[in-house]
């Protein structure tokens, strides 16, 4: 019976990398496509009361939100049940509005401040005297063009 024997040492064939740029392509644009951005994280509940005359907004980028309703659960044994304010990603108190539209009119250009929106977007259930507040802080810093959150009726 013959025997085969192993002539010198096999080397393992180079890998190929001419579609490695075609697969990294494939997988970036992949995760951009199912990536959502989201500016802020909500920390309180907001249910949007309902309209019937609504309009969408052209820019928002020159829009600033004002969130204000009940905290999440989470948040509930640091702040109560009661509705709060949340700026960007903190709670906040009416006095600290000024500093909040202050800081975004900053990031707007010089010819979009003029035309810097306030957004509020409160829970159907929070009282009136909170937005009423938040109403006079924002006139007291000159920020007079304000929109208000809702859902349409259907």
Avoid: W
């Amino acid at each position: 019976m013959a025997t085969f024997k192993k002539s010198g040492k096999k080397t393992m064939p180079a890998i190929s990398t001419g579609s490695l740029p075609d697969i990294v392509f494939m997988i970036l644009l992949f995760f951009m496509v199912t990536t959502t951005m989201r500016q802020t994280e909500h920390m309180v509940m907001v249910n949007l009361p309902a309209a019937s005359e609504i309009s969408k907004l052209e820019r928002k980028d020159l829009s600033s939100y004002i969130y204000v309703g009940t905290p999440l659960k989470k948040y509930q044994g640091k702040y109560g049940t009661d509705s709060r304010i949340q700026l960007n990603d903190s709670f906040r108190t009416v006095d600290e509005i000024r500093d909040f539209v202050a800081a975004e009119r900053e990031n707007l250009s010089e010819q979009d401040r003029p035309f810097m929106t306030v957004n509020i977007k409160a829970d159907k259930d929070t009282r009136m005297g909170i937005i009423t507040d938040i109403k006079q802080e924002l006139r007291r810093c000159n920020a007079l063009k304000i929109l208000y959150g809702a859902n349409a009726v259907e």
